[in-house]
């Protein structure tokens, strides 16, 4: 069975803050890494994805990849009230394969 | 910008009505999916298309079907609707080329079965 874990939290971080969430993964041939964004009653949002070993910025995210732990992460630099959300970390497994396997997310919030 | 849309945001039914939920992609998208999402259980596959008319059976696919007659759109039908069909349902579409596969979700559909 091949998986994708995270931790439900919530994880709660004071306005400016930086925020991590962490996603480790089962299959050590999983090729793509997504994170998504989603709002309470509202449907996920793609804002990153990461292929290779290291750190990938986007603004006030950076996605960090390592392979060798089977484990993607996403930090929230500046974190603000709208950033409060729950994020799906998605892996696509090895063979290339175009169906994702989900985590459950990891709930965020984000106090002033 | 990816566009994917679904035809209505909130849907009430009765038990045993058959009911249809359609998407549709506008970035030529070859692959297409539908998932139900449920508190604490996350996000699951019911059922998905790699190209027009092709379907495979995802996690969860009993009591849904699909169709799949134009490269844009995706269907899902539930035969007889049940109360434990009640959730929110997504549609997703993912390129092919490029090897990237990201998903790109539509606003979902909150059915309620009563």
């Known amino acids: 069975q091949k998986e994708v874990e995270q931790n439900s939290g919530p994880l709660s971080v004071p306005e400016g803050a930086i925020a991590s969430l962490n996603c480790t993964y089962s299959?050590?041939?999983?090729?793509?890494f997504f994170w998504y964004r989603q709002y309470s009653g509202k449907s996920p949002e793609l804002i990153m994805f990461?292929?290779?070993?290291g750190d990938k910025e986007d603004g006030r995210f950076t996605a960090q990849l390592n392979k060798a732990s089977q484990y993607v992460s996403l930090l929230i630099r500046d974190s603000q009230p709208s950033d409060s959300a729950t994020y799906l970390c998605?892996?696509?497994?090895?063979?290339?394969?175009?169906?994702?396997?989900f985590g459950r997310g990891t709930s965020l919030i984000v106090h002033p | 910008d990816v566009k994917v849309t679904q035809s209505s945001r909130y849907l009430v039914k009765r038990t045993g009505e058959k009911v249809f939920l359609e998407c549709v992609q506008d970035?030529?998208?070859?692959?297409m999916f539908w998932y139900r999402q449920d508190p604490g259980l996350g996000l699951r596959l019911i059922y998905f298309?790699?190209?027009?008319?092709?379907?495979e059976k995802g996690d969860i696919p009993e009591g849904y079907s699909v169709s799949r007659e134009k490269k844009e759109r995706f269907s899902l039908i539930l035969e007889s609707a049940s109360t434990n069909q009640t959730s929110m349902y997504l549609c997703?579409?993912?390129?092919?080329?490029?090897?990237?596969?990201?998903?790109?979700f539509g606003p979902g559909t909150r059915l309620t079965v009563t």
């Open positions: 970035m030529d998208h070859e692959n």
């Open positions: 990461i292929y290779s070993n």
């Open positions: 998605a892996v696509n497994l090895s063979g290339g394969s175009y169906i994702p396997t």
């Open positions: 997703a579409s993912s390129p092919t080329g490029g090897g990237s596969y990201e998903q790109y």
């Open positions: 299959d050590r041939g999983s090729q793509s």
């Open positions: 298309s790699y190209d027009v008319k092709m379907k």
